[in-house]
């Protein structure tokens, strides 16, 4: 038996979402705040008996914000769960409760917890004539969380989610349409307390590691004690006999040393002193208090490790973080073990984050070696060197979309050979775009150095801050990367940029040309046949795919960069660097300075081709500067996987520029104070975007950033 399906609504930061599992591992990715954890905390709403009964009592801080008033909404959490098995006492359990019958078994059950109004509140709503949005008003006004119930149902058939059932079961809101307060059969059969699933299911939760040295000191949390508690049961008391008789025997020498005599002796007297005989107390012992019994005992008990010298075994906090989590990580496993030892109808293990502070080596390690027989493992991580070697069929990612977080299932409606191209291709470089808020995709090394260069040199952001990972596909191939970015997949936006290849010289074949002559017309001609395959190809496959954008260079990066406004200068900045002759290097700045893109592009690629181009890319990544022009389609397709910046991002952008120009001395102080003065304006919210640009472009006509703000 393994959960098929969670299905919140309105719960914390989830809208409406579907996470979808497999049986074995699955793996939750996503950006911080993204919802993992309250993801997690759904699934232990449900199963986790560890969890206090009073958790289930929901409140108005468990509603999801985008709600707006959540008074009269319902928090619905769905487990679904498939291949139920056979067993007489798992098919018992389920056919009273959650079971959903097929062929005479129990194939399929689902396990709800529902968060709703009680049946006053829901008769109240049932009784307002539709569209009566001011009755709506006065009866939610006087709703409180007192007012809310929480129910467990089984064997529903609802598709929660669904805007439409949703409507249909709690209500329209906007139409001011309820249906009547009775018991809904399709939110399933109410569920009693004695059957609760979480009593019969082997599940445990390892919580991400954040301060595993305080977990060890808290006997509540401390995983070494639960493990010791756990086999005090299975103690056979003929076999601890002993151990208490010599704890009684501490206690009666304690008690009896001279000092402990004495000073028994000393207070009694003292206390008499002061309050006299009639007030004084009759008796007064000083005794051992030491337990005899194993639960108390084995509060004692500590765990000691050697981590890095020979010989020699430390406490928990004298061991490195990556040390401490280990070894926390290590003994809740072993917890599992033993729970799963009880042979219950079916084992969960929920792991958050387990590579905090831990080598990658040991995370991939960690990932491979942990998949238990007969065991649904689910995995929360951040870590791109655990998402390399997650199979792309069972991850979920998470996305935040506004104030609402999406899941999304990368590998949806894709047919084996893509999912295993996927597969392939995703190492712990490339499998950041899983991670990302938004993708730009390049093929070369060039622009892998040097566009994240120019964003930083240019906007003083970086690409992480705008939230977009560049991603060099290499020889891979767009489309088996970019299939992944799709309505039924990830819904996150990715831009692809790549060259059209487009001949600066002149390919027409001359009699005169010798063969050296006829071989690069000949490669420039068959580089543009293929640039225009590409674009078309590229076209029909982003046809109708709102996720994806193209962009393409002209020609190449390199010649593309060149030709942009001065960074002519930039290139001929690094000549010495790439000849060594002061002939070649003179020869080489006349053709770069070139107004002929024959003439200038072609030294270019000469010189990138003679380093190599990534190597190139480094020498020409030292001279790039704030003055550079970054190629228009290169900033098409960040901002177009970026879209809009936030007014603070834009904000951050121009002080910067503000501040370069101030340091270069090219503008005066007037200047300066009044794109200041407008800067500050704009951050108040008292002027738009428009009326900043033009600001900036009155007060700093010089600055370069001016082209950029133009196409906003």
């Not at 387990?354 to 689910?378: C, G, M, V, W």
């Not at 952001?461 to 191939?477: A, Y």
């Not at 059209?500 to 000949?522: G, H, R, S, W, Y």
């Amino acid at each position: 038996m393994h959960i098929s399906k969670l299905q919140l609504v309105n719960y914390r930061n989830f809208s409406r979402a579907d996470v979808l599992f497999k049986s074995g591992i699955n793996t939750i990715i996503g950006e911080n705040g993204s919802g993992k954890t309250n993801l997690f905390r759904a699934i232990r709403l449900l199963l986790d008996d560890n969890l206090l009964r009073a958790v289930y009592r929901l409140d108005e801080g468990d509603f999801h914000r985008g709600l707006g008033d959540w008074r009269g909404h319902w928090i619905i959490i769905s487990l679904e769960f498939d291949n139920v098995s056979k067993d007489e006492a798992i098919q018992s359990l389920f056919l009273h409760g959650a079971g959903n019958i097929e062929d005479g078994d129990i194939g399929r059950a689902t396990y709800n917890l529902i968060f709703r109004p009680k049946a006053a509140v829901r008769a109240k709503l049932a009784e307002l004539e539709e569209g009566d949005v001011d009755g709506l008003t006065d009866v939610l006004s006087g709703v409180t969380i007192a007012d809310y119930e929480t129910i467990f149902t089984g064997k529903s058939e609802a598709d929660f989610t669904d805007l439409d059932v949703y409507r249909n079961l709690v209500g329209d809101f906007d139409a001011v349409r309820f249906p009547d307060a009775s018991f809904p059969p399709e939110i399933g059969g109410k569920i009693p307390g004695i059957m609760a699933v979480s009593k019969e299911v082997c599940f445990t939760f390892v919580q991400a590691l954040r301060d595993v040295v305080a977990d060890f000191q808290n006997n509540r949390t401390n995983p070494l004690l639960t493990l010791l508690k756990s086999k005090s049961g299975e103690i056979d008391p003929a076999d601890f006999a002993p151990i208490t008789a010599m704890v009684e025997e501490l206690n009666t020498a304690i008690e009896e040393l001279p000092d402990v005599e004495t000073i028994r002796s000393d207070i009694l007297a003292t206390i008499n002193d002061a309050a006299g005989e009639t007030y004084s107390p009759h008796g007064l012992s000083i005794k051992s208090d030491l337990s005899n019994e194993a639960d108390r005992l084995f509060q004692s008990l500590k765990l000691f490790v050697g981590e890095a010298e020979p010989g020699y075994e430390g406490a928990i906090h004298e061991l490195s973080l990556g040390g401490a989590n280990l070894i926390y990580l290590t003994l809740k496993l072993l917890e599992f073990k033993y729970q799963k030892a009880k042979q219950s109808f079916a084992n969960f293990l929920v792991v958050e984050e387990p590579e905090a502070h831990i080598h990658t080596h040991i995370q991939k390690t960690l990932f491979d070696r942990l998949n238990y027989s007969d065991t649904q493992i689910i995995y929360s991580t951040h870590s791109t060197h655990i998402s390399e070697v997650c199979n792309v069929e069972t991850i979920n990612v998470l996305g935040r979309n506004g104030g609402a977080c999406e899941v999304y299932q990368p590998a949806t409606g894709l047919g084996p050979e893509e999912i295993g191209n996927i597969q392939r291709y995703l190492d712990a470089v490339r499998s950041n775009l899983l991670f990302a808020k938004s993708v730009v995709l390049v093929e070369g090394d060039a622009e892998e150095i040097l566009v994240p260069i120019l964003i930083k040199k240019v906007f003083g952001v970086s690409l992480d801050e705008l939230g977009v990972s560049l991603i060099n596909i290499r020889s891979t191939g767009f489309e088996n990367v970019a299939v992944l970015f799709h309505d039924q997949r990830i819904r996150k936006r990715c831009a692809i940029v790549t060259d059209l290849d487009d001949a600066f010289i002149d390919t027409a074949p001359n009699p005169l040309d010798d063969e050296d002559d006829e071989k690069v017309k000949e490669a420039a001609r068959a580089a543009q046949k293929a640039g225009l395959e590409r674009k078309a190809a590229l076209a029909t496959f982003t046809h109708g795919n709102s996720w994806l954008t193209t962009h393409f260079a002209d020609h190449t990066f390199e010649v593309d960069f060149l030709i942009s406004g001065s960074n002519a200068a930039k290139v001929v900045s690094i000549l010495g660097e790439v000849y060594k002759s002061p002939a070649t290097i003179a020869l080489a700045k006349s053709e770069l300075e070139d107004k002929d893109i024959a003439v200038s592009g072609t030294r270019m690629l000469s010189m990138a081709n003679r380093m190599g181009k990534g190597w190139f890319a480094i020498l020409l990544a030292k001279v790039i500067d704030h003055h550079t022009i970054i190629p228009s389609y290169i900033l098409d397709a960040v901002f177009a996987a970026h879209l809009m910046p936030s007014t603070e991002v834009w904000a951050n952008i121009l002080a910067y520029r503000i501040r370069l120009q101030e340091k270069d001395g090219l503008m005066g102080p007037t200047a300066i104070a009044d794109a200041r003065a407008a800067l500050k304006t704009y951050r108040e919210g008292a002027i738009d975007f428009p009326a900043m640009r033009a600001a900036m472009l009155k007060a700093l006509p010089g600055d370069e950033l001016n082209e950029v703000l133009a196409d906003f």
